[in-house]
Antibody, heavy 118, light 108 residues
């Protein structure tokens, strides 16, 4: 069974750094890209970027380029999303998702809620 | 960046009735279009990919149609568990891939 299990909820202060994780299981982790998707409170889905776990090649949406970093450790079957300096506007639910070879998202993680507040 | 526009923003439908949701792309995405369902407090779930192919385990009452810039998701006979948010997403060409803003299907 394909599973993407994300790390738990985080509460941080503005300016702090953060890395959240997404562990894949039940499939060959390096055979599928991982995407990250943001959902701000009460809002829709926003595609942030993706990584190829084989070589860690990434693409970012222009809206997120330079604000977050996506990485992966194939030895741990885990992808990461990180911030070096959080803002209150980063408060959102973040989902990781597996990208099928035909490029659509076929499986989603359960989400990680990030709250940034002073 | 391709902009996806969904309509209507909300749709009130009685159980057993048909619901038709629309999604328009700002430029052609061929059939590189997926539909997702999201219920409150849950992650999205894949319903349709390739504009018209149902994902594994998705009931036959869900159907997708369209190509190019115009797409529809039809739920032929709404069940209580179908009241949710629905998003379309294009995955044409190289990223960024983009979502529509969503359509909320509500009980009438």
């Amino acid at each position: 069974e394909v599973q993407l299990v994300q790390s738990g909820a985080e509460v941080k202060k503005p300016g702090e750094s953060l890395r959240i994780s997404c562990k894949g299981s039940g499939y060959s982790f390096t055979s599928y890209w991982i995407s990250w998707v943001r959902q701000m409170p009460g809002k829709g889905l926003e595609w942030m970027g993706r990584i190829d776990p084989r070589d860690s090649y990434t693409n970012y949406s222009p809206s997120f380029q330079g604000h977050v970093t996506i990485s992966a450790d194939k030895s741990l079957s885990t992808a990461y999303l990180q911030w070096s300096s959080l803002k209150a506007s980063d408060t959102a639910m973040y989902y990781c998702a597996r990208v099928d070879t035909a490029m659509f998202i076929d499986y989603w993680g359960q989400g990680t809620l990030v709250t940034v507040s002073s | 960046e391709i902009v996806m526009t969904q309509s209507p923003a909300a749709l009130s439908v009685s159980p057993g009735e048909r619901a038709t949701l629309s999604c328009r792309a700002s430029q052609s995405v061929n059939t590189n279009l997926a539909w997702y369902q999201q219920k409150p407090g849950q992650a999205p779930r894949l319903l349709i990919y390739g504009a018209s192919t149902r994902a594994t385990g998705i009931p036959a009452r869900f159907s997708g149609d369209g190509s190019g810039t115009e797409f529809t998701l039809t739920i032929s006979s709404l069940q209580s568990e179908d009241f949710a948010l629905y998003y379309c997403q294009q995955y044409s060409g190289w990223p960024p891939w983009t979502f529509g803003q969503g359509t909320k299907v509500e009980i009438k």
